[in-house]
Nanobody
Framework: QVQLVESGGGSEQAGGSLKLSCAAS????????MGWFRQAPGKEREFVAS????????YYKDSVKGRFTISRDNAKNLVFLQMNNLKPEDTAYYYC??????????????????WGKGTLVTVFS
């Protein structure tokens, strides 16, 4: 089992930045592809970004490319999502995820292995 705890959410003005963190425990995250998903009020959860086990490959939702950066520190069992140039449409609960599947498949895969409980990001104009 992997336990995931997100932090770093909050309220930010459009154009600003936030950095989300995900602290993992239970197993080393080096075994897992890691990802971030989000769910806005009244909408389905959607893929945001993923990163392969050794950080060699990263994948992003089109609307966040060039603004968001996913990274990981396997030694510290941490995953990050740096969010720059935030927009009101980025407002959502953000969830950290871990899965044994390839990072490139996290955006389309059903049955992600492990989820955090989420952290709220609110972007106001």
């Amino acid at each position: 089992q992997v336990q995931l705890v997100e932090s770093g959410g909050g309220s930010e003005q459009a154009g600003g930045s936030l950095k989300l963190s995900c602290a993992a425990s239970g197993r080393p995250i080096s075994m897992y592809a890691m990802g971030w998903f989000r769910q806005a009020p009244g909408k389905e959860r959607e893929f945001v970004a993923s990163i392969s086990t050794a950080s060699k490959h990263t994948y992003y939702k089109d609307s966040v490319k060039g603004r968001f950066t996913i990274s990981r520190d396997n030694a510290k069992n941490l995953v990050f999502l740096q969010m720059n140039n935030l927009k009101p449409e980025d407002t959502a609960y953000y969830y950290c995820a871990a899965d044994r599947a390839a990072a490139m498949d996290m955006g389309t895969r059903n049955g992600i292995g492990f989820w955090g409980k989420g952290t709220l990001v609110t972007v106001f104009s």
